[in-house]
């Protein structure tokens, strides 16, 4: 069983560390900013790879620092995602990190990991994350894949119905529970 529990993070609310600028910080990176355009990344790196530094050119909510990493690097942040070739650096900034409560992410090391990233399937205002439990992320890609092509495009109208209707009903919460399952199941039952 999988024992992790998804939550959806406003990342325009906390601040985000990646250490590493090589490839793997820049996967860690587009993940984050396909997701979220709006988060506040940093992101300290001896050297900055070409992907890296063309991708966060078009984001001022990312700010790069061509430096070797310090522990006061974490000062600011309340995830860091750490992504350059040193195990053994690794090891050390978790370590400070979790003393600090803060959560971390250890490219290639799940053993280390506070959190995983997922595969994430979005049409319009829903989102939906894949978690293999770190078991394949190639099949958390594949599910994607698969639900990416099952959902149907009109996905963000029924959404956007669906709220006009919430917020037009009145009554108790009781009735308007019942309301917007009612009115759900019939969408559904018409699918099948
Ligand atoms: C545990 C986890 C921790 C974390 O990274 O957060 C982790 C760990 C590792 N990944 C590895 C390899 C690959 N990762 C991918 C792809 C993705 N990996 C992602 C997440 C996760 N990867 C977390 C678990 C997620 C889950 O529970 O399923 C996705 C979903 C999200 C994202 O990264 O954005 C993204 C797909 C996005 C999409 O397309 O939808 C591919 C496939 C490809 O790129 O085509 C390969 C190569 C093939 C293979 O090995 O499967 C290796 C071995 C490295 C080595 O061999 O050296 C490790 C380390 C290990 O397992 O020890
Ligand atoms: N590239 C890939 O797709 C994969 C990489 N890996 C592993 O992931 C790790 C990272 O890989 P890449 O991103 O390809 O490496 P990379 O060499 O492209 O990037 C590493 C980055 O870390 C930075 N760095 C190193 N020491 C630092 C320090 N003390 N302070 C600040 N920055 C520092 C470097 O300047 C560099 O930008 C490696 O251990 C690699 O074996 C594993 C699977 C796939």
Same mark, same amino acid.
């Given at each position: 069983?999988?024992?992790?529990?998804?939550?959806?993070?406003?990342?325009?609310?906390?601040?985000?560390?990646?250490?590493g600028?090589g /490839?793997?910080?820049?996967?860690?990176?587009? *993940?984050i %900013?396909k997701?979220s355009?709006?988060?506040?990344?940093?992101?300290?790196?001896? =050297?900055?790879?070409? *992907? %890296?530094?063309?991708l *966060?050119? =078009?984001?001022?909510?990312?700010? $790069?620092?061509?430096?070797?990493?310090?522990?006061? =690097?974490?000062d600011p942040?309340?995830?860091a %995602?750490?992504?350059?070739?040193?195990?053994g650096?690794?090891?050390?900034?978790?370590?400070?990190a979790?003393? &600090?409560?803060? $959560?971390?992410?250890?490219?290639?090391?799940?053993?280390?990991?506070?959190?995983?990233?997922?595969?994430?399937?979005? #049409?319009?205002? $829903?989102?939906?994350g894949?978690?293999? /439990?770190?078991?394949s992320?190639?099949?958390?890609? &594949?599910?994607r894949?698969?639900?990416? =092509?099952?959902?149907? /495009?009109?996905?963000q109208? $029924?959404?956007?119905?669906l &709220?006009?209707? #919430?917020?037009? %009903?009145?009554g108790?919460?009781?009735?308007?529970?019942?309301?917007l399952?009612?009115?759900?199941?019939q969408?559904?039952?018409?699918?099948?």
């Open positions: 069983m999988n024992h992790m529990f998804p939550i959806f993070i406003k990342m325009s609310e906390i601040s985000t560390l990646i250490v600028g /490839n793997v910080g820049h996967e860690k990176l587009e *993940a %900013l997701n355009p709006n988060a506040v990344v940093s992101v300290v790196s001896i =050297d900055f790879g070409e *992907a %890296l530094l063309d *966060a050119k =078009d984001f001022p909510n990312v700010t $790069l620092h061509k430096k070797a990493f310090e522990f006061s =690097d974490l942040h309340h995830i %995602l750490l992504a350059t070739d040193d195990y650096l690794h090891v050390e900034i978790q370590k400070e979790n003393k &600090r409560k803060m $959560l971390v992410n250890v490219a290639d090391t799940p053993d280390l990991c506070d959190f995983y990233l997922g595969s994430v399937v979005t #049409r319009g205002d $829903l989102k939906i894949i978690s293999t /439990n770190g078991k992320p190639t099949l958390a890609k &594949r599910m894949e698969f639900l990416e =092509d099952a959902l149907p /495009n009109e996905t109208q $029924l959404l956007d119905n &709220r006009t209707i #919430r917020d037009k %009903l009145k108790d919460f009781a009735f308007k529970v019942k309301k399952n009612d009115i759900t199941q969408v559904f039952d018409k699918k099948e």
